[in-house]
């Protein structure tokens, strides 16, 4: 079955530090992968895709994702964390049809 | 352009009394539509899923129930609530598997 796996459940970055939320799947073929972004109390926002072509794959905010398939991640990374980007980040994949989330990571921004 | 509206924004409910929580989608047709609730360091579950009217996947036995009786409504329903049935809500559709698109949630909690 698939799945996705987010291990860091919280994170804590300083203000302009660099960012890197880990996330792993479990497919038999290379789904379609995602980020979105939670603020609290609100849907959920797209922050990038991958489909196919280039693995390094840029997004909204000054995000990116690299996909390896060799290690079945697609991990979200940002260079400069800025206080606003302090929110729940949801990794997925859809397999066809559905689209399945991780457990989340919680990044919290100190001055 | 597509909307999506969701309501109620929040509930509180006894337990035992029935829960309706109602989608709707705007500017697309035949969406695939979603449920999903979300609980406190569990992530997303994915509750039900829909590709057309009156057809209706479930991901996990449960409490709850869902219909689609037009094209862009989703309804998500409950005969008797229980305790663990508290959560944050979310609807959200898509037309193809290239992005899902969310509501602002419904905040439920079963007293």
């Known amino acids: 079955a698939q799945s996705v796996t987010q291990p860091d459940i919280h994170i804590t970055v300083s203000e302009g530090a660099s960012l890197e939320l880990r996330c792993n799947y479990s497919y038999g073929a290379t789904p379609y992968l995602f980020w979105y972004v939670q603020s609290p109390g609100q849907g959920l926002q797209l922050l990038l895709k991958y489909f196919s072509g280039d693995t390094l794959v840029q997004g909204i905010k000054g995000f990116e994702a690299e996909f390896k398939r060799s290690q079945s991640s697609f991990n979200l990374r940002k260079p400069s964390v800025h206080w606003s980007d302090a929110a729940e980040y949801f990794c997925?994949?859809?397999?066809?049809?559905?689209?399945?989330f991780g457990t989340g990571t919680s990044l919290t921004v100190i001055p | 352009s597509q909307t999506i509206h969701q309501w109620p924004a929040t509930l509180v409910q006894p337990v035992g009394s029935p829960l309706s929580l109602e989608c709707t989608v705007e500017g697309t047709s035949n969406p695939n539509l979603y449920w999903y609730r979300q609980a406190a360091g569990r992530g997303l579950q994915l509750l039900f899923y829909s590709v057309g009217i009156g057809q209706i996947s479930s991901e996990v036995p449960q409490n709850l129930s869902a219909s689609r009786p037009q094209d862009r409504q989703f309804i998500l329903s409950s005969k008797k609530l229980l305790l663990s049935d508290s959560g944050f809500y979310l609807c959200a559709w898509s037309i193809d598997d290239t992005e899902a698109f969310f509501g602002q949630g419904t905040r439920l909690t079963v007293v």
């Open positions: 997925a994949v859809n397999t066809g049809n559905q689209f399945y």
